[in-house]
C-alpha cells in the first residue's frame, strides 16, 4: 500500500514528465550553463527590469513595525487592482472581486477549490500548459481533454460540447494561449458562452468557466484582446505578473471574478475566495509583493524587443525549412519537428547545446516550443545549429 494520497500519487504521474525533464535530463545535466541556448522553460536570461528591483529593494525595508505581518487579501490593494482591471478590461470590478493571489498557480488552484467537489469534471483543450492536468487531479476532479483544431490550434466548440457531461462544472480557456501564442477572438468566445448557456441549461447546473490570461498583455502587433469575463457571467480570470515582469520567481498575481455575474452566485464566491485561500495554505502574496504592486503595475518587458526577437527567430527558422505557428501573444513560438519525430530532433538540438522545450509535456509530441525569453546571443548561436538539424534529419 502506498502511503501518500491517491490524489498525490495521480497528480505526481501527470506531473512526471516535468519533473524528468527539469531534474533529471540532460537539460537538467546543462541547466545554467552559460553555454547552452536555453529556450525551455519561460524564465529570464538578462537581469532583471530596474524597476523591479528598486520596489522590491523599497518596500523590503520596514516602515512601521507591523510591515511583516500577516497580510491576506488586504483592501488597500484590491482596491488599486479592481480600479486598474476595470480600465483593461473596460468592466466594473469591485474590490471584493480580486483574490490577490501567489501567482496565476495559486489563482489556479483556489478556482478549483471553490468551484470543484471531488469527481466533477473540468475540460481544457490541447495542447495545454502542463499543468492543468495535475492540478485537476490534486484537487480530487476529473480532467476532460479535448484538441484544438487544424493548424492554427482553433477552439473546437464542437468538441467542447460534446465532452460535456452531466458532471462538467469548469471549462478552462488560456488566451493568449501557451504554447501556441493565439488568442481567440470576441466573436470566438462568445459562441463559447453560448454553448456554455445552452449546455448549462441542458445539465442543469451552471458551467463556470476559468479564463487563464498570464500573457494577456504581452501581444503583437495591437493585437486585440477579449477576456471571457466580458462575455461569459460565469467567468473567473486568474492573472500573473509573472509573465509581463518576466519574473516568474517572484509570486503576484489575482483570481478575479467577472463583474457581470449575477449578484448571488458572486456574493457567495466573493465569501468563500478567503476559506479557499486559507483553506489552500496561505495562498495570498508576501507582503513585499503587495506593497509594491502600484509600482510594479505599469511596468512590463520590452515589447519592441521581443517583437524583434520573434520575427528574427520565426524568419529564420522559415528560411530553415520550419513551418513555424507566428503567434500573436505570449513569449512562445510553437513549431514542428522537422521529420515528424519530436524524440530525434529534440536529441539532436540537444547534442549541439540547443534545449527547446518538448511538445510530448503538451500533448504533442510532433512539436517544440521556443521561449523567446532567451538572450539574443542565445539566439545567435542556435540559429545555425537549428538549419543544420532540420536539414541532416530531412536528408
Ligand atoms: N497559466 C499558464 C498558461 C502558464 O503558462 C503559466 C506559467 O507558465 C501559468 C498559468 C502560471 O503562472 P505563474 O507561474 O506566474 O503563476
Redesign the pocket.
Known sequence: MSITSNRVRAAAYSFEPIRQFYFYSRYADRRGDPDICDFT??NPHEMPLPGLVEAIRHYAVPHNKDWFAYRASEPEPQTFMAERLSQELSLSFEPADIAL????????AVAFRLLLDPGEEAIFSLP??F??EPMLLAADAVPRTVRLRGDRFDLDLSAIEAAISPRTRLVII?TP???TGRIYSRDQLTDLADLLNRASERIGRRIFLLS????RRIRFDNHDFTSPAAVYPWTVV?Y????VLLA?GQ???YLALSPLMPSSDKQALQSSLFAAQMALGWCFPNAVMQYALPDLEGLSIDMHALSAKRAWMTEALERAGYEVLRPEG?FYLFCKCPGGDGGRFWDALAGRDVFVMPGSVMGVPDHFRISLTASEPMIERSLPVFAEVAQAICD
Request: charged fraction near 10%; hydrophobic fraction near 30%.
Open positions: 522553460f519561460g493571489t501567489n501567482g496565476a498557480m495559486a489563482a489556479i495545454a500548459w499543468c492543468y488560456n494561449h501557451n504554447p487563464d490570461e498570464p500573457y486568474a500573473s505578473y509573472g509573465k516568474p509570486r503576484l498575481g505570449t
